[in-house]
């Protein structure tokens, strides 16, 4: 099963049961972490990164992107193309399944969880105050601080840091960009992060959901494309 499809597929998998797993923990009710708060949820996000990266190296993708814009963004840098057909549906499916599982290990506390926008935020992200050209360039300036982060990191002058103290400090970009940026958006900055659990709300028969917002579901995926576009066009020169 180790394969770099597997990898992205597994990896992402363990990012959204872990990062939405910490969402559901703070707001649905009778969970013993309700009420934590948004410094816990962006911690819990920092540290399900790290360790989707640690599971997508170790199942067979070395690049262990987890996240189609990454994935954009890398192939517009070097010029190769290849990984889009497998990476990003591999992102896809392990988002999907990941928020299945999230559902599943939740279970009793959906019905007990009256308000159908909590148990919708639990799967994908809505803007605190809806304005489509604020939303978007939020989106776009995280995704793109995002791969920027991602490109330093990595650059020759830090090859002496290695690949899993790399996957901290890309847990510490994403920790950062959630405290500082996150609070406008929920900061999705990954495209298969909002849909894959989008689509697993949607299908899944939850307990008091309410719609899937299908109305703003293209806002978290156009977006950071366009940041990680724009992002792996300006940094090729790397």
């Known amino acids: 099963m180790i394969s770099p499809f597997f990898g992205e597929f597994l990896g992402t998998?363990?990012?959204i049961l872990?990062?939405?797993?910490?969402?559901?923990?703070?707001?649905?009710?009778h969970s013993k972490s309700k009420n934590a708060g948004w410094m816990v949820i962006t911690?819990?996000?920092?540290?399900?990164?790290?360790?989707?990266i640690f599971t997508s190296n170790a199942f067979g993708s070395s690049d262990?992107?987890?996240?189609?814009?990454?994935?954009?963004?890398?192939?517009i840098k070097s010029g190769d193309y290849s990984k889009?057909?497998?990476?990003?549906p591999a992102q896809i499916a392990g988002a999907f399944f990941g928020?299945?599982?999230?559902?599943?290990?939740?279970?009793?506390?959906?019905?007990?969880?009256?308000?159908?926008?909590?148990?919708l935020a639990v799967f994908s992200t809505e803007p605190a105050i809806s304005h489509t050209?604020?939303?978007?360039?939020?989106?776009?300036?995280?995704?793109?601080?995002?791969?920027?982060?991602?490109i330093c990191i990595f650059s020759p002058t830090m090859q002496g840091l290695g690949t899993h103290f790399g996957a901290f400090l890309i847990g510490i970009l994403v920790w950062s960009i959630g405290l500082s940026m996150g609070g406008t958006t929920g900061y999705a900055i990954n495209p298969a992060r909002d849909l894959g659990p989008r689509l697993a709300h949607f299908l899944?028969?939850?307990v008091g959901k309410g719609p899937s917002n299908w109305k703003y579901a293209w806002l978290p995926i156009v977006a950071p494309l366009s940041g990680a576009a724009l992002a792996g066009f300006l940094l090729g020169w790397m």
Do not use: C, Q, R
């Open 43 to 52: 911690a819990g996000w920092a540290f399900a990164v790290m360790l989707g």
């Open 18 to 29: 872990l990062g939405n797993g910490v969402v559901a923990g703070v707001l649905l009710e």
């Open 64 to 75: 262990a992107h987890l996240n189609p814009a990454v994935t954009l963004a890398f192939a």
């Open 204 to 206: 899944l028969p939850i």
């Open 13 to 15: 998998l363990v990012l």
């Open 133 to 150: 050209a604020s939303n978007f360039f939020s989106e776009f300036l995280g995704t793109f601080l995002l791969i920027l982060g991602i």
């Open 84 to 88: 889009l057909a497998i990476y990003i």
């Open 99 to 119: 928020a299945v599982f999230n559902y599943l290990h939740y279970l009793p506390h959906w019905k007990e969880t009256k308000d159908p926008g909590k148990i």
